[in-house]
């Protein structure tokens, strides 16, 4: 599996930018994509994520209301965009995309569920 994200940048506090990743390499049954953040000194921490039998969408407590995870599929690839708004200097991060089979639902969060992850792009926010 690879998986290409995208999108970070320095942005001003209160503004939105959105990050893509890619995943491609693979069938999507069972399959869960994910994108978690990390600010230096911190732990990786998940941010939200796919479920794509079922379609489920999951979010981390500290971005619901102001992250949205959209998402797209074809028979090449698995898109998971994340749209994030309202951003606050505490979301700087670098952001990282990744995946997993067979990940159960009290697992989603902890990032050793995930065999396959990006490069990371990293997200500024300013004052």
């Known amino acids: 599996v690879q998986l290409q994200a995208s999108g970070g940048g320095l942005v001003q506090a209160g503004s939105s930018l959105r990050l893509s990743c890619v995943a491609s390499?693979?069938?999507?049954?069972?399959?869960?994509q994910a994108w978690f953040r990390q600010a230096p000194g911190k732990e990786r921490e998940f941010v939200g994520g796919?479920?794509?039998?079922?379609?489920?969408?999951?979010?981390g407590d500290t971005v619901k209301g102001r992250f949205t995870i959209s998402k797209d599929r074809d028979n090449a690839k698995a898109t998971v965009h994340l749209q994030m708004n309202s951003l606050k200097l505490e979301d700087t991060a670098v952001y990282y995309c990744?995946?997993?089979?067979?990940?159960?639902?009290?697992?989603?969060?902890?990032?050793?569920?995930?065999?396959?992850w990006g490069q990371g792009t990293l997200v500024t926010v300013s004052s």
């Open positions: 990744a995946a997993g089979t067979g990940v159960i639902l009290s697992n989603i969060r902890n990032p050793s569920a995930y065999t396959y």
């Open positions: 390499g693979r069938t999507f049954s069972n399959f869960h």
């Open positions: 796919v479920r794509w039998s079922g379609g489920y969408i999951y979010y």
